[in-house]
């Protein structure tokens, strides 16, 4: 079965630069569109940023110049690089995969950013 395991989420302070990991199994990664979404206490659900098969990237603009979104096809992961850490960038972060009518979904990792 399909599998989206994320990591790397913890308590941050202001600032700092931790990496969120996503390791895929039971889908050909390298033909699925990834993308990180976060989730804060009562709001939605909102994209963060996402990389097609072929590299090619988008960024939500609250997050531009300090996230770099990343994949590796041999490990079968998806990355996360965020910098610049803000206390407006808690929230839980999922990892998202999508190939045509296919969608699936990581349990999400928590981000808190606080001194």
């Known amino acids: 079965q399909v599998q989206l395991v994320e990591s790397g989420g913890g308590l941050v302070q202001p600032g700092g630069s931790p990496r969120l990991s996503c390791a895929a199994s039971?889908?050909?990664?390298?033909?699925?569109?990834m993308g990180w979404y976060r989730q804060a206490p009562g709001n939605q659900r909102e994209p963060v940023a996402s990389?097609?098969?072929?590299?090619?990237?988008t960024y939500a603009d609250s997050v531009k110049g300090r996230f770099t979104i990343s994949r590796d096809t041999a490990k079968s992961t998806l990355y996360l690089q965020m910098n610049s850490l803000k206390p407006e960038d808690t929230a839980a972060y999922y990892c998202?995969?999508?190939?045509?009518?296919?969608?699936?979904w990581g349990q999400g990792t928590q981000v808190t950013v606080s001194s």
């Open positions: 998202n995969a999508r190939y045509l009518h296919k969608n699936y």
């Open positions: 039971g889908i050909i990664f390298s033909i699925y569109s």
């Open positions: 990389i097609r098969s072929d590299g090619t990237t």
